[in-house]
């Protein structure tokens, strides 16, 4: 069984390709707006890490983007996944929100937040327990074996 990070894809290719979903323990939603400006939406099937306490929901964090953007774009993943605002440091916890792990979410997800805001964005898998078949099923070029 392998354990497999799929990195650098498009919504489209996430989209075109469902992934076994009870094998997928993370994902995340990385949207660059400039050189120097990007964010990021992340799960993990254990839980967002909060201190030493999991969270489940999701988590957003923000690098060089005004502050306005950055209160734009929790607003609009809060109005699209809910959940109780929680704060640490320079991440935002989406707690118990409403969310799933399927391929048509995530790149929906993605593509939601390009066509808002003017953004790239990638999506990043990490999945376990895959068989070979299975691993060579996916996003092959895009593969990197995590140990």
Known sequence: ???????????QEV??????VDKLIHW???????RDSYCSVYWF?????YDKEPILGI?????????????DLIRFLHERVGGRLMRRSYRTFFAEARIR?????????????????????EIWLELDGLSDVE?????????????
């Open 135 to 147: 691993a060579k099923a996916l996003y092959t070029a895009k593969a990197v074996p995590v140990s």
């Open 59 to 71: 988590a957003f964090y923000a690098n060089g983007l005004s502050r306005e953007l950055e209160e």
């Open 1 to 11: 069984m392998a354990r497999m990070l799929y990195w650098h894809l498009t919504p």
């Open 45 to 49: 099937r254990a839980g967002v890490p």
């Open 28 to 34: 995340e939603v990385r949207c660059t707006f400039s």
């Open 15 to 20: 989209l075109a390709k469902p992934y076994p």
């Open 101 to 121: 792990s399927d391929n048509e979410y995530v790149a929906g997800l993605a593509l939601s937040i390009a066509e808002r805001f003017n953004a790239v964005c």
